[in-house]
């Protein structure tokens, strides 16, 4: 069983930094990409960064040049580093791994959201 463990968040002031971390676990053979998402009060879950297992980036217009995602390989771990906060960027944030497990089965994984509050 492989499963996914998001930390980081809170609440911030605009301008500001958080990270976030999600860690995978379990029976895991090779981790793909990842991403993360978020999803604020009303609105649908927005995929907005991703990254390849061979580290390529992508992200969307919203976030560029603000936020970066990363990973380490050796800890199974993806990264947020958040700059610049706007309360804009408030919502639950997401992580999501493609992982192909030790029985060679695909698994597409979310971790459990942690909320980003940034005040004005």
């Known amino acids: 069983q492989v499963q996914l463990v998001e930390s980081g968040g809170g609440l911030v002031q605009a301008g500001g930094s958080l990270r976030l971390s999600c860690a995978a676990s379990?029976?895991?053979?090779?981790?793909?990409?990842m991403a993360w998402y978020r999803q604020a009060p009303g609105k649908q879950r927005e995929l907005f960064a991703t990254i390849t297992s061979g580290g390529m980036t992508n992200y969307a217009d919203s976030v560029n040049g603000r936020f970066t995602i990363s990973r380490d390989n050796v800890k199974s771990t993806v990264y947020l580093q958040m700059n610049s906060l706007k309360p804009d960027d408030t919502a639950v944030y997401y992580c999501?791994?493609?992982?192909?497990?030790?029985?060679?089965?695909?698994?597409?994984?979310w971790g459990q959201g942690t909320q980003v509050t940034v005040s004005s």
């Open positions: 379990g029976s895991i053979f090779r981790l793909n990409t």
């Open positions: 999501n791994a493609e992982i192909t497990d030790r029985s060679l089965r695909y698994n597409a994984l």
